[in-house]
């Protein structure tokens, strides 16, 4: 406010008297002061521009979040998290009963439909990450221990091979299950089936007995991940996750679970009990947010461009009365003058466009961790983008432009 006042202010304190008391001098006439402030629209008009364009690839990329398909029904999921203590469960195959028992117990819920445990899965779990290799070459991927029924609870497809079995545990021979960016890395071209894989750090070899579908990432635009996954029984850890698949809205048996799971141990907490819709929901809180503080931004940047376009074109209008009326009076058109005048108006919308589209195409490029799936320059955005601004600063334009073709030339000559 202070740097938009001290220019005007200053312009005050020199003013010469004897010009001021002229007839004919007009506000506004200063050409200076003109091209001072049609420069101040065009900024706004690019500044509003840029921040439409970030508003519209944002919600263009919030769009991909929603679309998200994850190959399985996620309705009906309900995910919950538990930590046994070592103190009661003082070695693996006590956290192993342990948990069989947990899920032994969910299954008998009235409207549970399944049950299975997982360290790791879609929206859940944790990132743990390492390096396999197999006789040809070395992938680092996600791995998880999981429950017999882990995949068949979340709906998760086996494209060849075996599902893991009760079988699969302590003494049994070493097995595991890849998904299908795995198997292809891997083993491209070959049956991944009964081949062999390491991890890098710790674990024997394992024999792939299975292959399970992609789960896409929620992060619209990224490739699935590799993963592994092996029996929990053959390597227990004293934490793990529980899902549940319901018939009915699974918060709808959260009290039960807790119940059930009291019984089993008092000391035993179903901890981050949610839906996996809610994890979704969860996981959109973060790109929703910053979609509506830009739009709210954008909305605002359109709004001063408007306004200061109109102002702009009113000031012109009105310094200018004399000479419409003159162009009226030698036989102008109404259509004439007011295209004369939105041609002007929309000469600064033009120049603030093209300035504004520069520093889009410099700002979306260095904004590519906010979009996804979205190209930074994608044309439908920026031709919708274009035609909005237009369309504001036009009609900004429009009502003083108006006003302009409707100059009486007898008042108009009179005045001066």
């Not at 506004?28 to 921040?51: I, P, Y």
């Not at 996600?142 to 086996?158: E, K, M, N």
């Not at 359109?302 to 009113?314: E, I, M, P, R, S």
Request: charged content about 20%; glycine content about 10%.
């Amino acid at each position: 406010s202070l740097l938009a006042g001290a220019g005007p202010a200053l312009r005050a304190m020199r003013v010469d008297l004897s010009d001021a008391m002229k007839r004919g001098r007009a506000p506004g006439h200063d050409r200076w002061a003109l091209s001072v402030r049609r420069s101040l629209v065009a900024t706004e008009v690019a500044l509003a521009f840029v921040l439409a364009t970030g508003a519209g690839l944002l919600t263009r990329n919030f769009v991909r979040y929603l679309e998200w398909r994850p190959g399985f029904e996620r309705g009906h999921l309900l995910t919950f998290w538990v930590l046994a203590s070592t103190g009661s469960y003082p070695d693996r195959a006590h956290v192993q009963a342990l948990f069989e028992r947990i899920t032994a117990d969910m299954r008998s819920i009235p409207g549970v439909l399944g049950a299975g445990t997982a360290s790791s899965g879609p929206l859940f779990g944790g990132v743990e990450t390492g390096e396999f290799l197999s006789d040809a070459d070395t992938v680092a991927a996600r791995y998880a221990d999981v429950s017999p029924d882990y995949f068949r609870t979340i709906g998760i497809g086996l494209l060849r091979g075996r599902w893991l079995t009760e079988a699969d545990r302590q003494g049994a021979p070493d097995v595991a299950l890849v998904n299908e960016t795995m198997a292809r890395r891997l083993w491209p071209g070959r049956d991944p089936i009964g081949q062999r894989v390491r991890d890098k750090d710790a674990r024997e070899a394992m024999e792939v007995v299975g292959v399970v579908a992609d789960v896409p990432s929620l992060v619209p635009g990224r490739p699935s991940e590799a993963e592994i996954y092996w029996p929990f029984a053959q390597s227990p850890r004293w934490a793990s996750y529980v899902v549940l698949r319901t018939a009915g809205t699974p918060i709808a048996v959260a009290r039960e679970v807790r119940a059930r799971l009291g019984g089993v141990d008092p000391d035993l907490e179903a901890a981050n009990l949610m839906t996996m819709n809610e994890r979704v929901e969860g996981r959109l809180r973060r790109p929703r947010f910053t979609m509506l503080l830009i739009g709210i931004f954008a909305f605002v940047a359109l709004l001063l461009a408007g306004v200061g376009t109109y102002g702009v074109v009113a000031a012109t209008v009105a310094s200018r009365t004399r000479e419409i009326g003159v162009r009226v009076a030698l036989g102008a058109s109404v259509g004439n003058v007011v295209g004369m005048v939105l041609g002007q108006g929309m000469a600064m919308a033009a120049a603030g466009l093209v300035a504004g589209a520069g520093v889009a195409l410099i700002l979306t490029r260095l904004a590519r961790s906010l979009i996804y799936g979205v190209v930074a320059t994608d044309p439908l955005t920026w031709s919708a983008v274009a035609v909005l601004v237009l369309a504001v600063t036009a009609t900004a334009c429009f009502v003083p432009a108006r006003r302009a073709g409707m100059v009486d030339p007898n008042e108009a000559l009179r005045e001066e």
